[in-house]
């Protein structure tokens, strides 16, 4: 074979790993550019992660925006539950409250999740 043809394969080769590790260093996935299978999995991984204390920004800077939300005031305290979609559970294109992971902020900061965390701000 001809030493010119095998350094331009050598030479392609080596561009286009390059390429490769450039795409996947400086190209984040961001939630909400993933589709509803990926962000689902993704937000799994990212829920069984948290702590509580987390500020709401955190949360929202990690998971994106949630899928649903409500709020309310009790008192001189704010509370907001944020669901995140996290099981799918029939496939009508629209994501309910049973496909997702509730996370409750009292004050902006995460104080449970799951679904006791729903029932907790149903009760307060």
Not at 3 to 14: D, L
Not at 99 to 111: G, V
Request: with cysteine.
């Amino acid at each position: 074979m001809n030493k010119k043809i095998v350094n331009r394969i050598v030479m392609g080769v080596f561009l286009y790993g390059i390429f490769v590790v450039a795409v996947i260093n400086l190209y984040p996935d961001k939630p909400e550019d993933m589709d509803w299978q990926d962000r689902e999995a993704y937000n799994k991984v990212q829920i069984s992660k948290l702590e509580l204390g987390l500020h709401k920004t955190n949360i929202l800077e990690l998971l994106g925006s949630p899928d649903i939300t409500e709020a309310k005031r009790n008192n001189d305290k704010e509370f907001q539950v944020m669901f995140y979609r996290t099981q799918h559970m029939q496939a009508d294109g629209i994501t309910t409250e049973d496909e997702c992971t509730p996370l409750l902020f009292e004050n902006n900061e995460l104080i449970a999740w799951g679904d006791n965390a729903y029932q907790s701000f149903i009760d307060g």
